[in-house]
């Protein structure tokens, strides 16, 4: 898939999560490109620009030795470590970074980015801080997923189009429905989002006929379709929370009985096999 705008701002936001969460002072990450080579795109409180829009080779520094081993791995101080090759010494040294890890977005197996933290101490950095940077991984990694299938429906032309715009609309009228006191008017507005499901075909030709069963023929209870919704249109944990009214923790659990239920490894494979099954359209 070809990277856009919208991928580098999940980048961004992913590098702002990962300071404000680990407290690390520096962030920066990228895309992968053609050719096995990710350009560092996004910055976040760096003192310089020595690393704007620099390549790094897959196999080469912290960064392409991530892409090649598709995970995590961290030097203590940069300069100095036997761990990696050295190629890349001349910017790093300009921000004057030390301790620094990178983590690779793998999206279905494949690397297609990695995120960045630094100290500019010689400094371990910690498991609290590895742990952190992998999840802000896996949220790039989720929302790529979600935004691929987006692409590859829009790319069949109008009809994809048009069948985003049922999500959309599937979506909000999910997250409306439990805004209403009306017991009557909910089930209404209930019964107008299975509609948008009712003998439908997805784009690329798998049935999704009215309130069909999920494998083994196990049924969704609303709340799990009102959160796989959410997450089909990008939103993390915490914004399907604000959207639906609940906390970040009960959309947590609503969507792992989800992915249960789906076999879904993964919240992209839970989007995916929840439209099979006809609970999304």
Known sequence: MTADASDAVE????????????????AFGGLMEAGQRMRISELSGTATDALRSFVVTSGNGLGGKSVVLARPCVVTDYSASRQISHEYDAPVAVEGLRSVLAVPVVVRHGVRGVLYGALRTALPLGGRMLEAAVEAARDVERALVVRDEARTLAAGGGAGAGWEQVR?????????????????????????CALLTAGSA???????????????????????????????????????????????????????????????????????AARRAGWLP
């Not at 997250?175 to 209403?180: C, E, M, T």
């Open 11 to 26: 980048i961004r936001n992913a590098l702002l999560r990962l300071r404000r969460v680990t407290g690390l002072p520096v």
């Open 168 to 192: 959309e609309a599937h979506t909000a009228l999910r997250a409306l429905a439990p805004k209403i006191a009306d017991p009557e008017l909910r089930d209404e507005l209930l019964e107008a």
């Open 202 to 272: 997805s784009p690329t030709g798998s049935a999704s006929p009215t309130g069909s069963a999920s494998p083994a023929g196990v049924r969704p209870a609303p709340r799990e379709v009102d959160v796989l919704a959410c997450v089909a249109a990008g939103a993390t944990n915490a914004v399907a929370a604000e959207r639906l009214g609940v906390t970040p923790e009960t959309v947590k659990g609503y969507l792992r009985s989800a992915m249960r239920k789906l076999r879904a490894r993964t919240r992209g494979e839970a989007v995916v």
